[in-house]
């Protein structure tokens, strides 16, 4: 009688969500607002107070104004701007990535683990640390070193390095299902 083989492969999905992007902005904020701070300060010596004293015209002090607060709107807008588009950017390259894991099964015992990637596998993750991974694994129950099939989910936060390491470390050659 021939032995039997059985392959179950797991996928796992990553998940952005929108509370990133509040971390995202807050230190483009910061920067954004010390520019224009010192872009302010600058700019109210130069056309406040060196100008005026050789020309004493008063349309200088009006498009000072204007100058200031155009300056403010678009240091106000862009962070938030920016972050968003960068946001949406992570976003469609993290949802729906796709982290497989094909197990092998062989006379009931484990023959052997790989980690699949699909075509997201280029991602750099260390370059996408605002985003978080969240990693479901389908259809696999952890008990005493041992793999069940069940129809539950193990959730797992980390890259994809992490989730692999997790696995191969759970999940060994040999263990008894």
């Known amino acids: 009688m021939e032995a039997k083989v059985q392959e179950s492969i797991f996928e796992t999905e990553c998940v952005c969500t929108f509370d990133n992007l509040k971390e995202m902005t807050s230190n483009t904020r910061k920067t954004a607002y010390t520019i224009y701070f010192y872009a302010c300060y600058i700019l109210l010596i130069v056309f406040g107070v ?10 200088i002090a009006i498009v000072v ?12 807008i862009m962070p938030r701007f920016n972050a968003k588009k960068q946001y ?9 990535n796709e982290l497989r894991i094909k197990v092998v ?28 991974d969240t990693v479901n694994l389908y259809n696999i129950v952890l008990k005493n070193n041992s793999v069940i099939m ?11 390095e992490d989730v692999s390491a997790f696995i191969k470390n759970k999940i060994k050659k040999g263990d008894k299902v």
């Open 88 to 96: 949406e950017a992570y976003k469609e390259m993290c949802n729906g």
């Open 150 to 160: 069940l129809d539950k989910k193990l959730f797992i936060k980390g890259n994809h």
């Open 105 to 132: 099964i062989y006379e009931d015992r484990i023959e052997n683990i790989d980690v699949i990637n699909n075509k997201y596998t280029e991602i750099n993750y260390n370059e996408v640390k605002k985003v978080v």
């Open 65 to 76: 104004s204007v100058f200031l607060n155009v300056i403010g709107i678009i240091f106000l």
């Open 50 to 59: 060196i100008i005026p004293i050789y020309n004493d015209k008063m349309f």
